[in-house]
Antibody
């Protein structure tokens, strides 16, 4: 059973950079696409982007150039950086595994989520 | 972007009765080369992470009770709970993975009447 665990600060100041890490345990990061999804309080789900274990990425255009994802295969970790945050970036952030052929992705394993608040 | 729209936004169903949720995509999610619909359904219970219920529009994930079923093709899909149980109270989301950016419906809240 694949397990994912998010880690990082729960409070970020406006205009600063949000940084989160996801550790994959009981399973390998190799061979899969790994995504970040967020959920603002009381709202729906937004896919932020994916990173392949090789380092290939694809980001949601809605985030423009603010998002960067990276992978550390030896540590079985992948990370999210979101720059120039505003209060609109306050949300629960989930790391998830995407499965499917090629770049198709349904999300079969989810982390427990980490709440991040953007506030001065 | 693909827009995925669910209806209704919420519904209340009596225990043991059928619940049906609709999902409509702005463009077809049927991939002609493999005849598969790139659509998934998730269940999110209060305070929990979403859980995958169905992928390829109609394939139940491992361990998902058979009272959950998905059907449809192209742009129109449904998730049916054949006999609602108390533990099915949740918000349900559909998601297209035909093309990036992968997008979700706005969610449908299912409650007990």
């Amino acid at each position: 059973q694949v397990q994912l665990q998010e880690s990082g600060p729960g409070l970020v100041r406006p205009s600063e950079t949000l940084s989160l890490t996801c550790t994959v345990s009981v399973g390998s990061i190799t061979g899969y696409y790994w995504s970040w999804i967020r959920q603002p309080p009381g709202k729906g789900l937004e896919w932020l982007g994916y990173i392949f274990y090789s380092g290939d990425t694809n980001y949601n255009p809605s985030l423009k150039s603010r998002v960067t994802m990276s992978v550390d295969t030896p540590k079985n970790q992948f990370s999210l950086r979101l720059s120039s945050v505003t209060t609109a970036d306050t949300a629960v952030y989930y790391c998830v595994r995407a499965s499917g052929p090629g770049t198709a992705g349904y999300f079969d394993y989810w982390g427990q989520g980490i709440p991040v608040t953007v506030s001065a | 972007d693909f827009v995925v729209t669910q209806s209704p936004d919420s519904l209340a169903v009596s225990l043991g009765e059928r619940a049906t949720i609709n999902c409509k995509s702005s463009q077809s999610v049927l991939y002609s080369s493999n005849n598969k619909n790139y659509l998934a359904w998730y269940q999110q219970k209060p305070g929990q992470s979403p859980k995958l219920l169905i992928y390829w529009a109609s394939t139940r994930d491992s361990g998902v009770p058979d009272r959950f079923s998905g059907r449809g093709s192209g742009t129109d899909f449904t998730l049916t709970i054949s006999s609602l149980q108390a533990e099915d109270v949740a918000v349900y989301y559909c998601q297209q993975y035909y093309t990036v950016p992968w997008t979700f419906g706005q969610g449908t809240k299912v409650e007990i009447k």
